[in-house]
């Protein structure tokens, strides 16, 4: 049983630092779920809002929906009380009332709806698909507005209205003029998640939309560095965050940006560089050569801090 109302969720994610953990595999791309449960006994030790088990870090797009409900059950059962899980749900509407189904099974607090698979579909097509989602679960739900699921801000606040358990909005897009309408017409009813590859780039401009937290794909090998960039940005402290974006964030960036899928690799080849290894990523993924992994070890060892 899930330990938290959708209201509680929303306000719980919103007020803390969030991550998205990666998934263990093997070398023959088997789920490890030893080294998975291991690795969020680390994470769930630091401060944060909330864990996104199988989430688009976590290769959500590689695992089978049983898998999934595997990842997010070790998750669950792994976490201390009080650390919120949050489970994907996503591909077609019928799949994704399956994996709600499936995430309250296995214990989670919450969801995160990532857009249909594949195909284009105008407003009142994903609309219907929120709500159907919405309506097939007792958990709170954040939308996930990026690629072939761009929520307008009409959109958006029909679903605060139809949908009373629809806690959250995460921007993949990057649209200020979306998320200023949004905000300026919500407000505090839903809670607003960062979720731009590499989010510790915008977190500061989009605090001032009311984007209180974001998803720190860098928290899975650099957890004291990524908390201290959150706090610097909620603290509005410009100085710290910009010497921290010049010293690390912006190079890591640039790593990342040379191969399509590289924002998740270049996170499991952290993993690997703090000695944390969680093995390969899927197919159609590729790691990062050899060569970028020592251009990201060499960055890490610049961090006054770098074993996390």
Do not use: W
Request: with cysteine; net charge negative.
């Amino acid at each position: 049983m899930t330990s938290f109302t959708p209201a509680e969720l929303g306000r719980r994610i919103g007020s803390g630092l969030l991550s998205f953990p990666v998934t263990h595999f093997g070398d023959d791309l088997s789920f490890d779920e030893g080294a998975y449960r291991e690795n969020i006994v680390r994470l769930a030790q630091y401060d944060v809002g909330g864990l996104f088990a199988a989430g688009g870090t976590g290769e959500f797009f590689s695992l089978t929906p049983a898998e999934v409900e595997r990842v997010v059950a070790a998750a669950v059962g792994s976490a201390p009380d009080g650390t919120p899980i949050l489970a994907p749900a996503g591909y077609g509407t019928a799949t994704a009332i399956e994996l709600a189904a499936a995430a309250e099974r296995a214990g989670a607090d919450g969801l995160l709806l990532f857009p249909p698979y594949l195909t284009e579909a105008g407003q009142e097509g994903l609309a219907r698909h929120v709500e159907a989602v919405c309506r097939s679960t007792s958990l709170g739900v954040v939308i996930y507005s990026r690629a072939n699921a761009v929520y307008s801000p009409d959109t958006v606040a029909r679903l605060a209205g139809t949908c009373p358990n629809l806690i959250g909005y995460k921007d993949g897009v990057g649209d200020i003029d979306t998320m200023t309408r949004i905000y300026a017409r919500l407000g505090e009813r839903l809670t607003y998640i960062g979720g731009l590859p590499t989010a510790e780039t915008f977190a500061l401009p989009y605090l001032q939309l009311g984007v209180t937290t974001y998803s720190s794909a860098i928290f899975n090998f650099l957890p004291e560095f990524a908390l201290d960039f959150y706090a610097a940005v909620r603290e509005r402290r410009h100085d710290a965050v910009t010497g921290m974006l010049r010293d690390f964030v912006l190079p890591y960036t640039e790593i990342r940006n040379r191969q399509a899928g590289y924002a998740v690799s270049i996170v499991k080849a952290g993993m690997t560089a703090t000695g944390h290894s969680a093995g390969p990523v899927r197919p159609p993924l590729t790691d990062l050569t050899a060569r970028e992994l020592d251009e990201l070890k060499a960055l890490i060892a610049k961090l006054p801090s770098a074993a996390g």
